[in-house]
């Protein structure tokens, strides 16, 4: 059984590579084959995401700005999904259309494409990934100033934090915390890697809200080379992720986003 959900809390899915620049001086480093593969890599991409976004920071120096994203291919102005490239960095981004298998499907084209963009022919495999993440922001409207935030943290996603009685009761204090952030990050077998909640309060659409960001990442020698194991940790990662995600908001939350099981 699966569970969906009708009403899904999700702001934006990401998957982000990153590879390695060459060394050109001291704290300096490039990337060789940028921006030669973005044209390329748009090229291959164009049927679905015909339209292009330069960016402010394609008018900065390539050296200042490693692994940021210059570009945006869209299929539309505005639209999403989207895909961003620059020297040394790739991402795509899905956001209210998102679904795993969609997601998925269009993860599996974007490897492929950049790397034939990068590649350009050459036999040596290009590029070498030192980076890739897998991160899903969600966020529900939930405003401080009403809500006792530590309760809401733990009757819906059953995270309890609690500070010394010496610190909570202190006569200092007014009222109600009126923010929160916790992070914590646990290493990882499948796939070998570093997994990271955080749970803050924020904005979400210019409103107040509980924000919670499930990011799985595997750096340098953890990061997979191949494309086959580019999408096989990404599997992985998923699993990680979405189990995750519905241990946090099992019961209440649940409800309230539609949850439903399908066979």
């Known amino acids: 059984m699966s569970i969906k959900l009708s009403n899904k809390p999700l702001v934006e899915a990401i998957l982000e590579l990153k590879w390695e620049l060459e060394k050109i001086a001291k704290g300096v480093r490039r990337d060789p084959m940028y921006p030669f593969y973005v044209g390329k890599f748009h090229d291959l991409l164009k049927d679905d995401y015909s339209h292009i976004d330069r960016l402010a920071a394609a008018q900065l120096p390539d ?80 405003d401080p100033r009403d809500t006792d935030i530590i309760e809401y943290m733990s009757a819906k996603l059953h995270t309890k934090v609690a500070l010394p009685d010496q610190v909570a009761a202190s006569p200092q204090i007014s009222g109600d915390p009126v923010g929160f952030y916790l992070s914590m990050s646990y290493p990882l077998n499948r796939p070998e890697g570093v997994g990271t909640i955080r749970l803050a309060t924020g904005q979400s659409s210019g409103k107040p809200a509980v924000i919670w960001e499930l990011n799985i990442q595997s750096q340098k020698e953890q990061s997979p080379r191949e494309v086959d194991e580019c999408e096989l940790w990404l599997k992985n990662a998923h699993e990680v992720a979405e189990s995750w995600f519905f241990n946090l908001i099992k019961g209440e939350l649940e409800n309230q986003f539609g949850g439903s099981e399908d066979a």
Do not use: M
């Open 63 to 142: 050296e200042i700005t490693p692994h940021e994203v210059k570009y945006r291919f869209r299929k539309a102005k505005g639209a999403y999904p989207l895909i961003q490239a620059g020297p040394g960095v790739a991402t795509l981004n899905f956001t209210d259309e998102y679904h795993w298998d969609a997601f998925l499907a269009a993860a599996k084209d974007f490897l492929r494409n950049l790397v034939e963009a990068y590649g350009l022919g050459g036999e040596e495999p290009k590029p070498r990934f030192s980076s890739i993440l897998l991160r899903y922001i969600n966020a529900v409207q939930v």
